[in-house]
């Protein structure tokens, strides 16, 4: 069976989605229509097996996490997602394998209402790079560049779950029951905050989503804005799963360094408050809680009960670790 | 040295240069501005070492070429491309590869006026993976799917030319000096037709871009618009070059089965032949040479003097070359 054939027979079902695509998968290139007075908002990202998820990863979780750590991007712009291209280099053609990846990657979409509209199979060390492409109105995206000391740093969900999580399932970590199927679950399958990040548009001040761990990431909120910025240890939130398995100090850790977990972090003036608070119980999306504060200077400093706590390191891919 | 700034010592000089960029790398996502009454096209397409390209290539060929491959797709809908991400995989992080890489693709890129506004390094094994974007006037595209009964085909510049210098480098054929030279740089530099393309905006019914050969891809040309195809050897356009190094039979051969062409392969009613013969000489770019014609039925024919030839096979990824 040729590329070509390879590409139809299992992503054919993803393609045919929205009516604003002109042309999905089967020509030189796809053809997508971006509504009037809205700017296109593009990403990628790539998973190589052993780094990015376990070797032995179900083929659908990595189809799912393909696609999710794109949408997490896009959400973190507060675009409304729509389009995906994958280019997905394969040692082998293992059809079942294909097929669960499609699965994984198509319940997604299918969440989100995102089209495939275009692809590229070859073969070769298994790599998985998709693009995702989404849309705001003109001047309204989210970025980096704008917290300003005095703006309060907030958090979505439960960080360290997900980061916790793949330490259970390598072995680093040892629990058991529903906790840790909690855990493992969120780094199974993360869900991208698509409808809070939409719903921040004209809230927050910058926002990123938390991908490399916390601490990291925020450290890039604060070196786009030219600002610093303080997390308060005791605010960190920490579920229930988490502490009860890792312990306080270990899920303040994982909470603070733990990659994967696709939750929103972003700032906000004081004033935005209670229209943070409302927003969370508006589109359903898990707790959001205020974790620390932007101050002026530079750099990322967390404050315990007993003084500063040293930055942990998240986790870069170019690093020794 | 992280992977960001790896991304963004390298490649920052790449993006910067197009006022549709709202935001490039950097941030979660990059944003662009798709002008009134376009639509978007989009592409990708992957680089495999030691597949689509030798393994000792020069790193700058490779950057030249993960470019150049998508704006020839773009190229093939008529697009005008405007922007591109990358998905990087390597090995190690060897700097002057990296250098070398970015020269190539910051070459091509300059000369279209493409800007990088993505993109993702990671650690593994070499794969480079790019996505093109650009625009065309609202249902001005060019597609596979327009040809007719009774369309003549044509073909831009010199099929097999790229094949061949391929085949030199790779020792499979011999020849020096000058000859050997124009075949190679064909391999190494392809350039997009891009000008060509964007000309056949209302002018051509179908078009393609020759990647896996010419043969091959008139087969999808025939098969997405649900006719069948004649090519006339003896009308193939063969290169000086071409023809010395490699005698009549066997340029023949690299013209029909030869990938790596990025040429532009179309169809267009009789009645535009004087507006075709024109534009060649209007964008600069090299002969365009009418080879056949479209016909009732399906597939693709190939006649020569003698009768039929054999229609050879392309390049296809996943069969056992």
């Not at 680093?172 to 409808?195: I, M, Q, S």
């Not at 502490?243 to 939750?263: F, I, K, P, V």
């Not at 359903?284 to 315990?304: D, F, S």
Request: glycine fraction near 14%; charged fraction near 20%.
């Amino acid at each position: 069976m040729g590329e070509f054939e390879l590409i139809d027979r299992f992503f054919a079902a993803l393609g045919a989605t929205r009516r604003d695509v002109t042309q999905g998968v089967g020509d030189d290139a796809a053809i997508m229509q971006v509504p009037a007075g809205h700017e296109l908002v593009t990403c990628v990202d790539t998973l190589v097996e052993g780094r990015h998820f376990p070797m032995d990863a179900d083929a659908y979780d990595i189809g799912w996490r393909a696609l999710a750590v794109n949408l997490s991007d896009l959400a973190a712009m507060g675009a409304v997602p729509a389009w995906a291209m994958l280019a997905l280099t394969l040692p082998e053609l293992d059809e079942e394998w294909v097929d669960g990846f499609a699965r994984g990657l198509g319940k997604l979409a299918a969440q989100f209402g995102v089209a495939l509209v275009g692809g590229d199979t070859t073969r070769g060390p298994m790599t998985l790079s998709v693009s995702a492409m989404g849309f705001v109105p003109t001047g309204t995206a989210l970025r980096r560049s704008g917290a300003r000391p005095g703006d309060l740093v907030y958090v979505t969900g439960w960080p360290g779950d997900a980061a916790a999580g793949l330490a259970l399932l390598q072995g680093r970590l040892e629990g058991h029951g529903a906790n840790r199927g909690a855990l493992e679950h969120k780094f199974r399958h993360p869900e991208p905050r698509v409808a809070f990040g939409q719903g921040l548009r004209g809230v927050a001040s910058a926002c990123v989503d938390v991908s490399d761990g916390l601490a990291q990431d925020l450290g890039r909120i604060a070196a786009a804005s030219g600002v610093g910025a303080v997390i308060r240890a005791r605010e960190l939130p920490l579920s229930r799963a988490l502490y009860t398995l890792a312990g306080e100090n270990a899920a303040r850790g994982y909470a603070l360094a733990g990659g994967d977990d696709y939750e929103l972090l972003f700032t906000a003036p004081p004033s935005a408050r209670a229209q943070i608070g409302a927003l969370a119980a508006k589109v359903g999306a898990p707790a959001c809680h205020c974790i620390g504060e932007i101050v002026a200077g530079k750099g990322v400093r967390v404050l315990a009960e007993r003084g500063e706590i040293p930055l942990p390191r998240g986790w870069d891919h170019f690093s020794p670790t």
